[in-house]
């Protein structure tokens, strides 16, 4: 039994074939979209990518950005497909090639959806890839001369301002790592050689922050030195709100920041995979309509659309038998037992009366 069965005169199948048509060519600009937040967000993970690990968060925007020109051919191939299905003459050129183009497009269809949910799974992989990455990042602060390290203080020190955020968890990671060149320190300081003494790997430990992790919000002059040394400060507790460096990680910045934009392409996606999945829907219902058509041998006479002509199992076995006799004939050996609808159609041409 057929499944959701629809009845249509001719002037339907017309104007189905119409909708149909300039749907496709809508959807060749929702792939430009896709296309386009693609390459959006493989834009704004490069900006930063010094500071995330070796993770495989350019997946995402990667299968966008393939899935927008995928789209952007098969949709224009199926408003072509679309402006000849109105005439049965044009529709013979497209026969056989209806049913693999239209198993094709489901299959790209799902793969839309598959992009809409990785941008939701996307957010564990990016947090952990900026963990690492900020973390590998902060221990290189101090290397100014190094070449291919050089540009992380700036980088840091950009980022802390941009987003008003301070070490990777918060302001206390800076406590853990020597973030000051040796040659700024001043070796023959004895405070300098007993910190250096004090650590076991030799490094300059102190309760300190770079001067980009000030709160230009902070009513006093920034506090970059001894932060939880209250005594060493005229009116301070450092454990209090009024603590002028900023508290949020940088992680947690950036991961907000990505959030929003993953979250918002990810809904925009959606919506254009609930777009292509009714022109399918209209293009399987075009075509089901056209050749129970053709079976009738008259081109005015009402036909039956539907999506599924018997049970999915049943369906699924039958198109694929017919996909593997594409390349042998145009024409279905009866001795094979397919009995499908769809291709077993009389191949009668019709061409206009002489008057």
Not at 57 to 67: E, F, K, R, Y
Not at 95 to 106: D, E, Q, R, S, V
Not at 166 to 193: A, H, P
Not at 312 to 321: D, G, I, R
Request: charge should be neutral.
């Amino acid at each position: 039994m057929a499944i959701l069965k629809v009845k249509f005169t001719k002037n339907k199948r017309d104007k189905l074939a119409q909708v149909c048509w300039i749907l496709n060519w809508i959807s060749v600009v929702t792939g430009i979209i896709i296309f386009s937040l693609g390459l959006f967000l493989k834009i704004e993970i490069r900006k930063r990518n010094e500071l995330m690990a070796n993770r495989e968060v350019h997946s995402v925007p990667n299968m966008l950005i393939a899935v927008g020109v995928i789209a952007c051919g098969i949709n224009f191939l199926g408003g072509k497909i679309c402006y000849d299905c109105s005439d049965t003459i044009k529709f013979h050129r497209w026969k056989l090639f209806m049913l693999p183009y239209i198993i094709c497009t489901f299959f790209f269809t799902f793969c839309i959806l598959v992009g809409a949910l990785m941008c939701y799974t996307m957010r564990n992989d990016l947090e952990e890839s900026l963990y690492l990455g900020l973390k590998e990042a902060l221990k290189f602060y101090k290397d100014t001369d190094t070449p291919g390290r050089c540009f992380l203080k700036r980088t840091i020190d950009m980022l802390q301002i941009e987003f008003q955020c301070c070490g990777n968890n918060g302001f206390r990671d800076w406590f853990e790592i020597q973030w000051i060149s040796m040659r700024y320190l001043d070796m023959s300081n004895k405070e300098v050689q007993d910190r250096l003494k004090s650590n076991v790997d030799g490094k300059y430990l102190m309760d300190g922050v770079p001067f980009s992790c000030c709160n230009i919000n902070s009513p006093r002059p920034c506090i970059q030195n001894q932060l939880t040394n209250n005594s060493a400060h005229y009116n301070y507790d450092f454990q209090s709100e009024e603590l002028n460096v900023w508290r949020k990680g940088c992680r947690k910045a950036l991961l907000e920041y990505y959030t929003q934009i993953i979250q918002s392409i990810s809904f925009t996606v959606l919506i254009i995979w609930l777009f292509e999945l009714s022109v399918l829907i209209g293009v399987r219902y075009l075509q089901t309509a056209m050749e129970n058509v053709l079976r009738q041998g008259d081109p005015d006479s009402e036909s039956d659309g539907w999506l599924l002509e018997n049970s999915f199992v049943e369906t699924a076995l039958s198109n694929l038998n017919i996909i593997k006799n594409l390349g042998k004939s145009n024409q279905i050996n009866a001795a094979s037992g397919n009995e499908d609808p769809n291709m077993d159609v009389p191949t009668t041409d019709y061409e206009p009366e002489n008057k």
